[in-house]
């Protein structure tokens, strides 16, 4: 089905295979929004109307064979702000030392945001209900968060991701992590295609917004789902052409090191320190 709608659309397929370990010229990214959705494989995904003109009228890839580090959603999350599963077996509140994708974010002085559906607010740390779950927020897991109030206050609600895209006062780098239902994660693909909707539209009415923002969509886990690759897009900055797909296998850690890449972080010395930069769409660099 899936390559069916994209030889349909008659748009630019990239079979690029990239080794492990190789290195793309990823632009500078002046500003980063990864959104993570739950449960969803790319197949089903692109099957939604709303999903392929997204991809097809913005400069956009998608990634056709993207998949989990593991079948356990916060072994997931904790790779994706870690470099490593930290050898998560379980959902269960852990604490893991060090500082992660904040510290290097801290180090740079780059302003953070991790917005949250449903999120109680005010540095809670219990491990929720309904809705929120504090396992798939891997940053309020991470001691130098937990134990810093000052730190710990960029995780906020989704009022504040409302606000922060009306005022234009995104900061230059935020997670997007929207409630179990809304991602897939306990629902289905029209409810996630419905999540992307409400977040996607207003950032892509904002010329802005877009003009110095790279999203990337990523999908954390994909237990509920017998096809393992899961839905992954990059929409905006830094993208050469509209509607690309790109078959190389990415994870999470590609990601992760792309992102440390294109915003001049350094790596944090673990699995993403040995992975790929996404490759195959970026906008070469001005001679």
Not at 69 to 75: F, G, L, R
Not at 186 to 200: E, I, K, Y
Not at 217 to 222: A, K, W, Y
């Amino acid at each position: 089905m899936k390559r069916a709608i994209l030889s349909a659309l008659g748009l630019l397929v990239l079979n690029v295979q990239l080794a492990s370990g190789a290195h793309a010229t990823v632009p500078a990214l002046n500003k980063v929004m990864w959104i993570w959705m739950e449960n969803v494989s790319s197949a089903d995904m692109m099957t939604y109307k709303y999903i392929r003109n997204v991809w097809r009228n913005n400069p956009s890839v998608t990634l056709q064979s993207y998949t989990a580090i593991s079948k356990v959603t916060q072994a997931n999350t904790i790779a994706m702000v870690t470099g490593s599963d930290n050898n998560v077996v379980d959902n269960s509140l852990i604490r893991i030392g060090g500082a992660g994708l904040v510290g290097l974010l801290q180090a740079k002085t780059i302003p953070w945001k991790v917005y949250v559906q449903s999120f109680p607010g005010g540095c809670f740390l219990g491990p929720g209900t309904s809705d929120y779950q504090r396992y798939r927020v891997p940053f309020l897991s991470l001691d130098s968060v937990e134990t810093d109030r000052f730190l710990c206050m960029n995780v906020v609600g989704f009022k504040y991701l409302t606000d922060d895209v009306q005022r234009g006062t995104l900061p230059q780098f935020s997670v997007v992590i929207p409630g179990l239902s809304e991602s897939g994660a306990t629902s289905d693909t029209s409810t996630a295609t419905s999540t992307l909707q409400a977040l996607l539209d207003p950032l892509l009415a904002n010329p802005d917004i877009m003009a110095q923002t790279t999203i990337f969509i990523s999908t954390t886990n994909g237990s509920g789902t017998t096809d393992p690759n899961l839905f992954s897009m990059v929409i905006g900055n830094g993208i050469t052409n509209f509607g690309q797909s790109v078959n190389t296998a990415y994870n999470h850690y590609s990601v992760l090191r792309t992102i440390e890449d294109g915003m001049g972080l350094g790596t944090l010395g673990q699995k993403d320190a040995q992975a790929a930069d996404l490759d195959g769409f970026w906008t070469p660099p001005t001679p």
